[in-house]
């Protein structure tokens, strides 16, 4: 750090320089995240110095908070759900796994069981909580084998991780199988709806997942996902005040007696920004931006076949994996060439596109004809063996 302060202009100056390099939403499809709604962005400056680590000094936003955990609630079929705002799913995965594992004290080598297509904050929980994170395989489908599930159950084991809608291929886990399983095996249930959370009460037909199922004790819904808000903004809800409770921490020096929560200083931006983008939309704003993604995810599928690309399954949400031969070399030079961000998997080898609200039908459109291209350079290329330029502007004129 420099000894004496910039002036005003440099810093902004500086701060336009590297916002310049950020990349725009537009011809994103590998990212979770979008363009939060303006209303979230308005509430979030107002708020921008309420801490919620301490929340006795913001009781106003303490209220606000609650009233997010209520109508979460309501979304999630409990009317009274205990949890918290957190800085997204990987917390709110982090602290269900130890609430899990803080309410059974008497287990000394804890183990819990996710599906293999959990996401990768599994793999950080195994890490910090020491905690022996069993993968259960998954199906053809890509759900979780539930059998294989079962039978990696011990005396060890104190729960059980569903997914309601995969990061990589945006699938539903089989959550009520999974609610009887953790029943009769009186173990915990966590359904991971970071991203499926926002999508699925909003789509006509889907498979239960959220607290109706007796067995769900605890999930995790992340606002700064689908629900258009702020980053960052997660959620974490629990059935049973007791969970929660095994998280307690005293905190002496504070206007409040204890903490729940993984972090310490906490935005009461995010809070505020959650409130007003939810209480703005309400289910009907919600319904809407969920049908039009959807709207979309089934032009792009139809669009990708008519070039002979096909999603590796039917998509559950607005997340498509198509299924490609050489996805890392097309990821490369979609960018490259055209400028698109897309991510891709490994098992079974795709190109994964998330099409949030920040795409259009004229980019969707755009996007898989640029995607033919590559196809068509691709094959060109492997038959000549001999690098040949993009047919750019379509007309058979060699850029
Ligand atoms: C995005 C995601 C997470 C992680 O959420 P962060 O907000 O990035 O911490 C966890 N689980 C699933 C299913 C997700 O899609």
């Not at 902004?12 to 725009?24: E, G, I, N, Y």
């Not at 002979?308 to 050489?326: E, G, W």
């Not at 030079?333 to 891709?344: P, R």
Request: aromatic letters at 8%.
């Amino acid at each position: 750090m420099q000894e004496q302060g910039q002036n005003w202009e440099d810093v902004m100056s500086s701060l336009m320089q590297a916002r310049s390099k950020d990349l725009p939403y537009e011809k994103v499809l590998s990212s979770m995240c979008t363009y939060p709604h303006p209303i979230a962005v308005e509430a979030y400056k107002m708020f921008i110095e309420s801490n919620m680590g301490d929340y006795g000094l913001f009781m106003g936003t303490y209220e606000l908070e609650q009233a997010i955990l209520s109508m979460l609630g309501d979304l999630l079929h409990n009317p009274h759900p205990y949890g918290y705002l957190t800085t997204g799913g990987t917390e709110s995965n982090i602290q269900a796994v130890r609430a899990m594992r803080n309410a059974c004290k008497s287990i000394n080598d804890p183990n819990i069981i996710v599906p293999a297509s959990a996401h990768f904050s599994f793999d950080k929980i195994a890490d910090v909580l020491k905690i022996d994170v069993r993968k259960a395989r998954i199906l053809s489908d890509l759900v979780v084998d539930t059998s294989h599930m079962r039978s990696l159950i011990d005396q060890n084991t104190v729960g059980l991780v569903g997914i309601a809608g995969s990061t990589e291929f945006g699938q539903v886990d089989p959550i009520s199988e999974l609610s009887k399983i953790a029943i009769d095996n009186h173990i915990f249930l966590h359904v991971d709806a970071a991203f499926g959370g926002f999508v699925l009460p909003f789509i006509g037909q889907h498979p239960s997942f959220d607290f109706l199922l007796p067995g769900v004790s605890s999930i995790a819904i992340d606002p700064h996902k689908m629900g258009m808000s702020i980053i960052p903004s997660g959620a974490l809800l629990f059935r049973e005040e007791k969970m929660m409770l095994s998280l307690k921490v005293d905190t002496p020096y504070l206007t409040i007696s204890n903490q729940y929560t993984l972090t310490g200083t906490r935005s009461g931006a995010s809070v505020a920004g959650t409130y007003a983008v939810m209480k703005f939309l309400g289910k009907e704003g919600y319904r809407y931006i969920v049908n039009r993604c959807m709207a979309l995810t089934y032009l792009l599928i139809e669009e990708a076949k008519k070039i002979d690309v096909h999603p590796v399954i039917d998509p559950v949400m607005n997340i498509v994996a198509l299924s490609v031969l050489d996805p890392k070399t097309i990821r490369k030079e979609l960018a490259n060439k055209f400028g698109w961000q897309v991510s891709i998997t490994k098992q079974p080898s795709s190109i994964r596109l998330v099409v949030m609200p920040h795409m259009t039908e004229e980019s969707i459109i755009a996007f898989v004809q640029d995607l033919k291209k590559v196809l068509e350079h691709l094959k060109t290329s492997t038959n000549t063996g001999s690098e040949k330029s993009y047919d750019f502007d379509g007309t058979g004129n060699m850029a």
